[in-house]
């Protein structure tokens, strides 16, 4: 029986690096056996331009039929214009939302080749080894909002952040089972000093990790984990926080690593995962054949492991990245006089030609 993965290559950069990504999808599929057939689709601004709209009926049809999508970014100056309601950015929240994708995983791990890419000393980051697990269907992303009006003189907007019990603790469990299976750490991180939804927040963290005994649950405010996360990037495990709070904190976690180009994620509900690389569609270099295809490659890894379910596949690809990096091959993001430069497409080949079955 074949697998269907959805492909959407989106804009800018998007598409050449799911080109590389596809090609080891590919590669270590055939490897281990894995069925694949692949279906592209549009979203973003490619689509706004052929359809009017940025998530285009087909698209989701397809989507919550395949067994997994691959996304490469959308969105980039040419659509900033757009009226608010069709923003290229609109694709990817209404894709979560219509797959009802609740949990973002986001790992940052440094491996011994990229220490010296970090911006934070070699004896604060070596080992480093964190799993960002964001909430991604709720909040304030998903609340009521009112724009300011300039036409009717309303010169006020706001945003409403809600969460239910039910939100906090599906993804909190999830955030247990996966601390289980690395160093049994969980930091809930939110604003309870603050907040009503973070207070709600941590009280269900409290009463679904208790559930877990051999995870150890602590909580830490928002504004104190930014600063943890910079002086001791070590000490955490699987960090579980709300969706506003997430995307700040991954992007900050992600330059740990040296290039937000390496940074994979996977977005996970009951149904279809989603995976893209957490940078985004990068127009001043688009086109160019010089991005960094490895966090869409190792996003393909984590399609591999969580909705393909072969782990031996995505370790494969993950050891095949990593060996690529030891050997000295880096784009132009990472690279540094005495290592080689190599193109998207090239960074590609050398990754394939690493990969063991
Ligand atoms: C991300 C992005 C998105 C987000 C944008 C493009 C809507 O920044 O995936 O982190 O804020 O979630
Ligand atoms: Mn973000």
Known sequence: MSRQVVIIKGDGVGEEVVAAARRILTKAADMYRLNISYEEHLAGGAAIDRCGTPLPQATIDAAKQSAAVLLGAVG????????PAIRAE?????????????????PVRITPSLIRHSPLKPEYIAGADILIMRELNGGVYYGDRQEADASTG????WDREVYSKNEV??????????????????VSVDKANVLATSRLWRKTAEETAAAYPDVALSHMYVDNCAMQLVLGPKNFDVIVTSNLFGDILSDEAAVLAGSIGMLPSASLGSGPGLYEPIHGSAPDIAGKGVANPLGTILSAAMLLRYSLDCAPAADAVEAAVEQALADGYRTADLYQPGLTKVSTEEMANIVEARIQG
């Open 90 to 106: 609109k694709a990817i929240l209404g894709l979560r939302q219509e797959l009802g994708l609740y949990a973002n995983l986001r």
């Open 154 to 157: 309303r010169d006020t907007a």
């Open 76 to 83: 980039g100056p040419k659509w900033d214009n757009v009226p």
């Open 169 to 186: 603790a599906r993804i909190v469990k999830m955030a247990c089972e996966a601390a289980r299976k690395r160093r049994g750490k969980v």
